[in-house]
């Protein structure tokens, strides 16, 4: 100790603990064993709890993981079933023949029309061979579909100009 630090210690202190220094030491090695030995207890306590609330967390996941594939598998069995297939089918089919109907009812080019025509040629001949190959006669596949040259439309010579006048009611800017 510097010489200051010994100017701060009482003198009656000191030569207790000098003279209790065996006792002391004692003291000291007891609490520090009681210590270690609360703190192991309290470690294996806490160790044991963290283990249950663990084992209690993976009982918890295996439980919704299993609920989850149950779920899961409803879900796919729903729509696998041959029932629901029919109807998805037919549904296809009837798009098919909506958006075919679009197209020939829409001002499109020419070629686009040709298009839809293949499209519903095509679908009649899978339509054909679903309905064969359901009844049990299934047959050989049909021919790859014919490759669609698709030609740019002639451009449009532009409108020529409308008058500008203002509806009526409108003021003009």
């Not at 047959?139 to 030609?151: H, L, Q, T, W």
């Amino acid at each position: 100790m510097s010489g200051e630090d010994k100017k701060r210690i009482d003198p009656e202190l000191e030569k207790f603990l000098r003279e209790n220094k065996e006792m002391m030491s004692r003291l000291f090695s007891e609490e520090k064993e009681m210590m270690e030995r609360f703190f192991k207890e309290e470690k294996e306590h806490f160790r044991g709890a963290f283990d249950e609330e663990m084992k209690r967390a993976e009982e918890f996941a295996d439980r919704k993981k299993e609920k989850a594939k149950e779920a899961a598998k409803t879900m796919f069995d729903a729509f696998a079933d041959p029932e629901v297939q029919k109807h998805f089918m037919a549904m296809g089919m009837e798009f098919m023949l909506g958006m075919n109907a679009l197209m020939k009812a829409m001002p499109v080019p020419d070629c686009m029309k040709d298009m839809a025509d293949k499209a519903e040629k095509a679908r009649k001949e899978a339509s054909e061979n679903f309905s064969k190959a359901a009844g049990g006669k299934a047959s050989k596949p049909s021919a790859p579909p014919e490759k669609i040259n698709v030609e740019p439309a002639p451009k449009k010579k532009p409108a020529a100009a409308k008058d500008k006048t203002p509806p009526k009611g409108k003021a003009s800017d």
